[in-house]
């Protein structure tokens, strides 16, 4: 230990005289201190890495993973409502009263009218959607949202899983929509990339 400060105060002694006043002066005992902490990180003991200890972890199995259930369309609907009441429905953004008009109506383009159509639409053509534990209960979990007016079109939000594909959902709740309230030239999705997609379908089994 006594040869390490040695050695550390000569060497900075050294600097001293080479870079004079750039190199800060040590007292022997400062000196003594510093190659004293040194040596000690030095020579310190390595203590062994600590991992974690899974022992107290059951092994899994596939029983142990999360699951759904879903009944097969052959199945009774008391079962498929059995099963679908396990899942939520889709959330409605909105609590209107549906108006049910038959196609052909000249119903004025309003955003209460849109909504209240729309509501009639979830359930006139309610199979392609998820708002019932029946259809819930064999993977049908899409609903259909009112988002805004843009001009004479209109836009809307799907989301959840559908049987059918998103573009032709789309198609059958706009010719509802289109066929009620003939101002409308054109209904949209707001996001027509993702929302028509086959992968939104794939993301959105259960929300």
Known sequence: MKLCASILLAFIQAQRYSYGAFVPHYSSHRAACIASKQANILHAPLNPLQMSDWDSFADLDDD???SFTVADENDTQEYKA??????EAPELTT???PIFMPQGSQMELTEE??????A???EEIGTLFGYSAENRG????GGVDFLYLDG????????????HQRPTVLARVGAYIMGRIPEV???VVENPDYELSDAANENEYFY
């Open 64 to 66: 142990d993973l999360p």
């Open 82 to 87: 059995e099963v679908g009441a396990m899942y």
């Open 95 to 97: 609590n209107v009263e």
């Open 113 to 118: 009218n849109i909504e209240g159509v729309l």
């Open 120 to 122: 009639a639409c979830r």
């Open 138 to 141: 064999v993977g049908i979990t």
């Open 152 to 163: 004479p079109c209109v836009v809307l939000k799907l989301k959840g899983r559908f049987w």
């Open 185 to 187: 030239i054109d209904v």
